[in-house]
């Protein structure tokens, strides 16, 4: 089972910041959090993930809370090609990653 | 340029038969994986492998089989036990057995008539 909550879908105006939440509450204290993202009908794609400090990379930027129990993945200009499903995700107890349902993003102009 | 590669991308079978799908990576990486995807779901994990000539079952690996000969191939045979297979099948891969980043390939799409 995910050991991540995240919303079933969200909306973003083209330009605009998307901002994606998800709740770990559960995660321990050595344990990443991963983003991976997936349009339609392709493979995930890996975007950042982070344990304790907020990360940025070319597609990305991730806050976690200084509880570590939530995360936020924030696209700073989203764009049409942003649409997609976007996977948060920790690992199960026999370290595999585990892709829930994730947060369906569609982006709009 | 490095990459996974599966094949076919839409393959179609008739019910009782088994069917493969092909994964090949060029990306030096030991570990790979398969996955089952649904309509409107997540992916589930079926099988994989952390080195040559060893693989480990998944949360899904009822009636499905795998192997391991090289590092750069890990194929997937659907076979006939497996009751639902129809489904979107992707193969993944990751330089340790950590599993921390996964580099996916586009995936294969089978459909049972």
């Known amino acids: 089972d995910a050991k991540t909550t995240q919303p079933p879908s969200m909306d973003c105006a083209e330009g605009r910041a998307a901002n994606l939440p998800c709740n770990h509450s559960t995660i321990s204290g050595n344990e990443y959090v991963y983003w991976y993202r997936q349009i339609h009908s392709q493979g995930p794609q890996y975007i950042i993930h982070g344990l304790k400090n907020n990360e940025t990379n070319e597609m990305a930027s991730l806050i976690i809370t200084e509880d570590r129990k939530s995360s936020t993945l924030i696209l700073p200009h989203a764009t049409l090609r942003d649409t997609a499903v976007y996977y948060c995700?920790?690992?199960?107890?026999?370290?595999?990653?585990?892709f829930g349902a994730g947060t369906r993003l569609a982006v709009h102009p | 340029d490095g990459g996974i590669t599966q094949s076919p991308k839409y393959l179609f079978r008739k019910e009782g038969q088994n069917v493969t799908l092909s994964c090949e990576q060029n990306l030096n990486h030991d570990a790979m994986y398969w996955y089952r995807q649904d309509p409107g779901q997540g992916l589930r994990l079926i099988y994989y492998?952390?080195?040559?000539?060893?693989?480990q079952k998944g949360d899904i690996a009822e009636g499905y089989s795998v192997s391991r000969e090289k590092k750069e191939s890990f194929p997937l045979t659907v076979t006939s036990a497996q009751k639902n297979p129809t489904a979107f099948y992707l193969c993944?891969?990751?330089?340790?057995?950590?599993?921390?980043?996964?580099?996916f390939g586009a995936g294969s799409r089978l459909t049972v008539l």
């Open positions: 492998s952390q080195i040559v000539n060893d693989f």
């Open positions: 993944a891969s990751s330089a340790d057995q950590g599993a921390n980043v996964l580099t």
């Open positions: 995700i920790v690992k199960d107890p026999y370290n595999k990653l585990i």
